[in-house]
């Protein structure tokens, strides 16, 4: 699905074959967001070669957090030049093999990533983002905000309508409220979460982060 120029969503619409969204960024270096599990990739790279692509063709690869179902497929790129892969540095759920059973009893892969992100700005390629650190679904989660398109990759952090469980290791209700109300004051057009649709339009986005904290926060402690 494109979304904008440079900009493509390979969107989780059956279970069967696919298991988070994962998200490509085109560019003179070219970006995947979440590769999900490794025994359901052949989602994303049927979507890819759809674009004439292969995962040899990508250079970073970025897990918004460490669950398997986000970044399980980040084995592929293992030998896969020039691919790095980059997570937040205070990621602890990485390699945890407790945490690493919640995905339907698969446990997460053990690798170094090659990029421990910092808070603050990125610049791939052309184009230049925003590390935000947004703890609460996992203690090193990410979002990562794209300032020029005003578009938000937001994990399992929020979703449309509802926002990420706080009952895996490490998960923290109050810190998942914080991390939402810290977004919220972003200027956001496109709200691109890790499973469910996609929110499309300021009002809309503005729209939904209100009905979050007015329905989900009670929820969350």
Avoid at 48 to 57: E, K, V
Avoid at 137 to 142: C, I, V
């Amino acid at each position: 699905m494109k979304i904008f120029e440079d900009l493509y969503a390979f969107l989780w619409l059956d279970p069967s074959v696919n298991n988070c969204n994962t998200y490509f960024i085109d560019g003179a270096k070219k970006i995947l967001v979440d590769p999900g599990h490794e025994h359901l990739f052949g989602h994303v790279r049927d979507s890819l070669a759809d674009l004439s692509l292969t995962p040899s063709d990508i250079d970073l690869v970025i897990i918004t957090h460490a669950h398997p179902d986000h970044m399980e497929g980040v084995t592929l790129f293992a030998d896969t030049p020039p691919a790095l892969t980059a997570v937040y540095h205070t990621e602890s759920t990485l390699n945890d093999p407790i945490s690493a059973q919640f995905g339907g009893g698969l446990a997460a892969p053990r690798f170094e990533p090659d990029i421990l992100l910092q808070e603050g700005s990125l610049r791939v390629g052309r184009h230049d983002f925003q590390i935000i650190h947004t703890p609460g679904h996992s203690p090193g989660s990410l979002c990562l905000y794209w300032p020029e398109k005003k578009v938000l990759f937001s994990g399992d952090v929020i979703f449309n309508q509802g926002v990420g469980r706080t009952d895996l290791p490490g998960g923290n209700g109050s810190a998942l409220k914080e991390s939402i109300r810290k977004l919220s004051n972003f200027e956001i057009d496109f709200l691109l979460p890790g499973h469910g649709d996609i929110v499309s339009g300021r009002d809309r986005v503005k729209a939904n982060f209100e009905e979050i904290e007015r329905v989900w926060f009670a929820y969350l402690s």
